[in-house]
């Protein structure tokens, strides 16, 4: 199991930009796929992205294209969430994910193929 820290959340306007980064401890990154999740209260874990830390194959949920961007840094062992344009609904605790996995699907996308998970990190966006 990999260890995740998730850093760069925080209070942000409408309209507004964060970038969040994801530090992945333990073997080689190359293998895997990692995707960023968020839950808002009272709703369930909704993907937001994922990558491939080989190929950089990507894929993005439906509220956040055109807005979010994930990207990787394999030297850094770690995986970035851009977020521009922010609107209040996406108000939510930021999660990332690790999944041993060569290939990189849309089913990266939902929650069942990760094996570890972050602790995750508040992003509020204000009116």
């Known amino acids: 199991e990999q260890q995740l820290v998730e850093s760069g959340g925080g209070l942000v306007q409408a309209g507004g930009s964060l970038r969040l980064s994801c530090r992945i401890g333990g073997r080689t990154i190359n293998d895997y796929t990692v995707g960023w999740f968020r839950q808002a209260p009272g709703k369930e874990r909704e993907g937001v992205a994922c990558?491939?830390?080989?190929?950089?194959?990507?894929f993005y949920g439906d509220s956040v294209k055109g807005r979010f961007t994930i990207s990787r840094e394999n030297t850094r062992r770690t995986v970035y969430l851009q977020m521009n344009n922010l609107k209040p609904e996406d108000t939510a605790i930021y999660y990332c994910a690790s999944d041993f996995d060569l290939i990189t699907g849309a089913y990266h996308l939902t929650t069942d193929p990760y094996e570890s998970w972050g602790q995750g990190i508040q992003v509020t966006v204000s009116e």
């Open positions: 990558i491939n830390m080989n190929d950089r194959r990507t």
